[in-house]
């Protein structure tokens, strides 16, 4: 068992105000394996007024410095590479062979991404008499889920410090393995005191404070819908900006000449992989209903291949659930479409026979599946896919865009020419055609619950970013 016991705070590890402590439990044995400070008003009272005093230095430093202190940091990211990568899977139970391309490559290029568009702040934009002149918002809260950690913390750190702000990173309760890495890497390149801060608490305690703090003047959330409205709540005095990245619930519309088993199985390894946590992932089915039956055979099909077990043997390729509760959150939902009338196909309620310890669910596959079901409708982040008919391309557009959600969307057509127009009519912030793959370029946002901010791409930068306007030039 590993024990932290100081947050990193104005460049030094220091001793919490409190006393408690909170356990992080390994979801593929359930034992206790790591233990971290439980941070109090006081704690983020130090870090928010270390990275106030550091904020007029770092915000004025010339770009290239901190192009520089990023890289620094990706290649020092490279270089502890399997540490990020176990910390996944220890703490999430990404199996061991998987964990390194989903969790640990992609935050790598997105430091690296943001650290060449350092250089952007430093651009004016004429516009007649008008300069548009570009400045750093300020101290930045960073609060970040256990599903995608490093991905979500640098998805928000890397563009915050590029535009020259200061932050205070709180990990999910579950993951802050890769927070401690990251602020020893930030130590080793040598980011001035103050500018990277890090505690770890709990949410629903400190992250009211953070989101109401008179001296930052940003958040950005990613996590459930729930918590992300509390947080938008909680900072309205403050009239700070709120940038919330939440649920989905996301459609993959498959139509009548596409190639079945290929996007059938496009859909299936998207839901399945990293246990179904993933946001964004496509967990309604959207097919024919002369092909359903033949959809729903090949999807039990392909997640039978799925090999559940211990994340850190390299044949496994699904690991447990984040959590015992996750776990049982999980398992209401699949209890609820046998309920609702859903038909089951493959998976279910109880968990595998081979596995004694742990958090798993099988990989389930639900299809007659109706839009006004539960499971139709509410995020169940977990291996659970929902397979669902439709008549006309109308009927199917209008059932995608039949939820609260709009985070994501992915269309599986004959060819690009015939997906482009139904991703048009979609409401989701992204959509990918036939196996389009993620893209730093990509702003990654949701419409409707899904929230209100972008990550990744220019818009990602433009997050942390306060536009200013000199006119008279
Ligand atoms: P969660 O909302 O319970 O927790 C997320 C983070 O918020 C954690 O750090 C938690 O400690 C903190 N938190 C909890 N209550 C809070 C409060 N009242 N005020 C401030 N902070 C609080 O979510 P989760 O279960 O950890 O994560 C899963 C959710 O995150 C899913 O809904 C998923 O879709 C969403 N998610 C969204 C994106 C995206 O980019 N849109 C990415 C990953 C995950």
Same mark, same amino acid.
């Not at 994340?311 to 659930?321: H, S, V």
């Given at each position: 068992?590993?024990?932290?016991?100081?947050?990193?705070?104005?460049?030094?590890?220091?001793?919490?105000?409190?006393?408690?402590?909170?356990?992080?439990?390994?979801?593929?044995?359930?034992?206790?394996?790591?233990?971290?400070?439980?941070?109090?008003?006081?704690?983020?009272?130090?870090?928010?007024?270390?990275?106030?005093?550091?904020?007029?230095?770092?915000?004025?430093?010339?770009?290239?410095?901190?192009?520089?202190?990023?890289?620094?940091?990706?290649?020092?990211?490279?270089?502890?590479?399997?540490?990020?990568?176990?910390?996944?899977?220890?703490?999430?139970?990404?199996?061991?062979?998987?964990?390194?391309?989903?969790?640990?490559?992609?935050? @790598?290029?997105?430091?690296?991404?943001?650290?060449?568009?350092?250089?952007?702040?430093?651009?004016?934009?004429?516009?007649?008499?008008?300069?548009?002149?570009?400045?750093? @918002?300020?101290?930045?809260?960073?609060?970040?889920?256990?599903?995608?950690?490093?991905?979500?913390? @640098?998805?928000?750190?890397?563009?915050?410090?590029?535009?020259?702000?200061?932050?205070?990173?709180?990990?999910?309760?579950?993951?802050?393995?890769?927070?401690?890495?990251?602020?020893?890497?930030?130590?080793?390149?040598?980011?001035?005191?103050?500018?990277?801060?890090?505690?770890?608490?709990?949410?629903?305690?400190?992250?009211?404070?953070?989101?109401?703090?008179?001296?930052?003047?940003?958040?950005?959330?990613?996590?459930?819908?729930?918590?992300?409205?509390?947080?938008?709540?909680?900072?309205?005095?403050?009239?700070?900006?709120?940038?919330?990245?939440?649920?989905?619930?996301?459609?993959?519309?498959?139509?009548?000449?596409?190639?079945?088993?290929?996007?059938?199985?496009?859909?299936?390894?998207?839901?399945?992989?990293?246990?179904?946590?993933?946001?964004?992932?496509?967990?309604?089915?959207?097919?024919?209903?002369?092909?359903?039956?033949?959809?729903?055979?090949?999807?039990?099909?392909?997640?039978?291949?799925?090999?559940?077990?211990?994340?850190?043997?390299?044949?496994?390729?699904?690991?447990?659930?984040?959590?015992?509760?996750?776990?049982?959150?999980?398992?209401?939902?699949?209890?609820?479409?046998?309920?609702?009338?859903?038909?089951?196909?493959?998976?279910?309620?109880?968990?595998?026979?081979?596995?004694?310890?742990?958090?798993?669910?099988?990989?389930?596959?639900?299809?007659?599946?109706?839009?006004?079901?539960?499971?139709?409708?509410?995020?169940?982040?977990?291996?659970?896919?929902?397979?669902?008919?439709?008549?006309?391309?109308?009927?199917?557009?209008?059932?995608?865009?039949?939820?609260?959600?709009?985070?994501?969307?992915?269309?599986?057509?004959?060819?690009?020419?015939?997906?482009?127009?139904?991703?048009?009519?979609?409401?989701?912030?992204?959509?990918?055609?036939?196996?389009?793959?993620?893209?730093?370029?990509?702003?990654?946002?949701?419409?409707?619950?899904?929230?209100?901010?972008?990550?990744?791409?220019?818009?990602?930068?433009?997050?942390?970013?306060?536009?200013?306007?000199?006119?008279?030039?």
């Amino acid at each position: 068992m590993q024990h932290l016991t100081h947050f990193y705070i104005n460049g030094s590890w220091q001793a919490p105000h409190g006393s408690e402590r909170m356990e992080v439990v390994d979801p593929a044995t359930e034992a206790p394996c790591v233990s971290v400070p439980r941070a109090t008003r006081e704690d983020i009272d130090s870090a928010v007024h270390a990275a106030r005093q550091a904020l007029p230095t770092w915000a004025a430093t010339p770009a290239s410095q901190r192009h520089d202190l990023l890289m620094a940091a990706a290649k020092e990211m490279q270089r502890r590479y399997g540490e990020l990568r176990d910390a996944h899977v220890l703490t999430m139970g990404c199996p061991v062979d998987t964990a390194g391309a989903l969790h640990v490559d992609g935050p @790598i290029e997105g430091m690296q991404y943001y650290a060449e568009r350092a250089g952007r702040m430093e651009e004016v934009e004429q516009k007649g008499s008008v300069s548009l002149v570009r400045e750093p @918002i300020g101290v930045c809260a960073l609060i970040n889920p256990w599903n995608y950690p490093l991905h979500q913390l @640098i998805g928000k750190l890397a563009p915050a410090l590029a535009a020259g702000c200061t932050v205070v990173a709180k990990p999910a309760e579950q993951t802050p393995l890769q927070d401690f890495i990251m602020a020893e890497i930030f130590e080793e390149v040598g980011l001035p005191a103050g500018v990277f801060n890090l505690v770890t608490g709990v949410g629903s305690e400190i992250g009211p404070v953070m989101a109401g703090h008179s001296d930052i003047d940003m958040i950005s959330f990613t996590g459930s819908t729930r918590a992300g409205v509390q947080v938008a709540e909680h900072a309205a005095p403050t009239v700070k900006r709120v940038c919330q990245e939440l649920g989905g619930k996301s459609p993959l519309v498959i139509t009548e000449g596409a190639d079945l088993e290929a996007a059938v199985r496009l859909g299936v390894e998207n839901v399945m992989a990293n246990t179904g946590q993933t946001c964004d992932a496509f967990t309604r089915m959207l097919v024919p209903r002369a092909l359903q039956q033949d959809a729903a055979a090949l999807a039990g099909q392909i997640a039978r291949e799925q090999v559940l077990g211990d994340p850190k043997r390299t044949d496994t390729t699904m690991g447990p659930l984040v959590s015992e509760r996750q776990k049982s959150i999980v398992r209401h939902f699949i209890q609820r479409g046998l309920e609702e009338g859903a038909t089951l196909v493959e998976g279910g309620v109880d968990g595998p026979d081979h596995l004694s310890h742990g958090y798993y669910v099988r990989p389930t596959i639900f299809t007659d599946v109706t839009n006004d079901m539960e499971i139709a409708q509410e995020e169940i982040f977990g291996p659970v896919l929902c397979i669902l008919g439709y008549g006309s391309l109308d009927e199917a557009i209008e059932i995608a865009n039949d939820t609260v959600y709009g985070l994501s969307s992915a269309v599986y057509a004959r060819n690009v020419d015939e997906a482009l127009p139904i991703a048009r009519r979609l409401k989701a912030g992204q959509c990918y055609l036939q196996d389009a793959e993620f893209s730093f370029d990509a702003p990654f946002g949701g419409y409707k619950h899904s929230g209100n901010g972008r990550e990744w791409g220019e818009e990602g930068l433009l997050e942390y970013v306060e536009v200013k306007s000199i006119v008279g030039t």
